[in-house]
């Protein structure tokens, strides 16, 4: 028997063991339906492909519950290279739900959409070698869907499972911060005790802890069109006051630890003897603290308002910090030391490290809810056409996922309130 802080975890019971080895042999299946969906187009903005992927997760899941929800999300409000404000519209989510009534409530969640768009020439699945597949969102995050319905298939086949209610969504949105599906997200923080999120795990199987929150925004600079040779001095030069806000940002860097600007896309101009009355930038901002954020807010302003002063200038500011930093409250700590734990129990050596990126899992650690997001298959270089799967790891990711689901539900079964999740 170990202790992980106060809370004991002891060897995995038996009967935990040979229901987890009825994964044994699920390797093709799961590799098939995850090259299935990952041969589906569903770059965000392809609303088709992600819906066409929200129905293959209808039927892939009719055997799990019958209560399906699709939900349309609101559209995505951007402001385009040329500065206008757009509206794009997005796949709906999907939500499905098991014995809401039960005394623990878990959260699985799984983004739908990829960052290929529907053009890119990157949409088949094919192999590197005998262990890796190579292929549009295999890893990120196709592959850990099929974790995470077998995790749930062993659970429902558990005599505990009745003492386990959960409710998976399945969002359009996460690879551009979840602006659509983020109140959905919240909605079910207020239902639920824990969260198992699908994003891959790093590529040694390490989980992640502690994330940086984030935030995109762009500035529009608006001055005063002229001819650069007959009236050069009536202009007023849109990019000229544009550059001097990216330089003023860029210097915040290292002004407060933890936080960076990034300065990541300028637009505007046109031809050189005309002085260019619009000029777009667009940058993203991470840290560490959620006080940070108020920080940035009143530095960037500052900057704004002193080079709105200017005769004919005007800046404007869209968007904002769309994920919280997630921190890890005591039962989070717990959560990942269970996860761990089970883990060496299955042989795996699971590592917990910090990092820069943000996904789902920290909108639900800003709700107060412990989870741990990244549950799903072992690969790399996602975000890129290099992107590729360990196929060998998505059998041991399911029997880790339904180790812990079985682990809690039996405890429960077994008397145990798990307190600690409970913020007691
Ligand atoms: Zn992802």
């Known amino acids: 028997m170990q202790h992980i802080n106060d809370t004991v975890i002891d060897t995995l019971p038996s009967e935990i063991r040979s229901l987890l080895d009825l994964l044994n042999d699920q390797q093709d299946d799961m590799l098939s339906r995850t090259i299935e969906l990952a041969e589906i187009n569903s770059g965000t903005l392809n609303r088709d492909g992600v819906n066409q992927v929200l129905e293959s997760l209808l039927k892939l899941t ?76 295999v890893t990120d995050l196709k592959g850990g869907i099929l974790v995470m319905l077998k995790a749930l298939e062993v659970l429902e086949q558990s005599p505990w499972a009745e003492h386990i209610g959960w409710e998976i969504l399945f969002n359009p949105d996460e690879e551009i911060g979840s602006p659509g599906s983020a109140p959905l997200i919240a909605e079910s923080a207020k239902r639920v005790h824990l969260g198992m999120i699908f994003e891959p795990s790093f590529p040694d199987g390490s989980l992640a802890g502690q994330r940086k929150g984030s935030g995109n925004f762009s500035v529009v600079s608006h001055g005063k069109a002229a001819h650069a040779g007959r009236e050069h001095h009536l202009g007023r030069n849109a990019i000229r006051a544009l550059c001097d806000f990216v330089s003023a940002m860029d210097d915040l860097n290292g002004q407060r630890t933890g936080i960076t600007f990034n300065p990541g896309f300028i637009h505007g101009g046109g031809p050189t003897n005309v002085v260019p009355d619009k000029c777009v930038h667009k940058f993203n901002i991470r840290l560490e603290h959620p006080d940070d954020e108020q920080w940035c807010l009143d530095k960037l302003n500052d900057i704004i308002d002193g080079i709105n002063t200017r005769d004919g200038i005007h800046l404007e500011l869209h968007g904002g910090f769309t994920r919280k930093p997630k921190l890890l409250s005591p039962a989070n700590e717990k959560l990942l030391a269970l996860a761990q734990n089970l883990g060496a129990e299955l042989g795996l050596s699971i590592d917990v490290k910090p990092t820069g990126g943000c996904c789902d899992g920290n909108n639900l650690a800003s709700a107060g809810i412990p989870n741990i997001d990244t549950l799903g298959v072992q690969g790399g270089a996602i975000h890129s056409e290099q992107e590729y799967l360990k196929v060998n790891s998505l059998v041991p990711r399911a029997k880790l996922s339904a180790a812990l689901l079985l682990t809690l539900a039996y405890r429960q079964a077994n008397g145990d309130q798990l307190e600690w999740l409970r913020g007691a």
């Open 62 to 137: 009719a055997n799990l519950s019958s209560d399906h929800e699709r939900i349309p999300v609101a559209p995505w409000e951007v402001v385009n290279d040329q500065g206008d404000i757009v509206h794009n519209p997005l796949g709906d989510a999907l939500r499905i739900r098991k014995r809401p009534e039960a005394p623990l409530q878990v959260f699985l969640c799984g983004h739908m959409d990829t960052v290929f768009p529907k053009d890119s020439p990157f949409q088949k699945v094919k192999w590197l070698d005998d262990e890796t597949v190579n292929g549009p969102g």
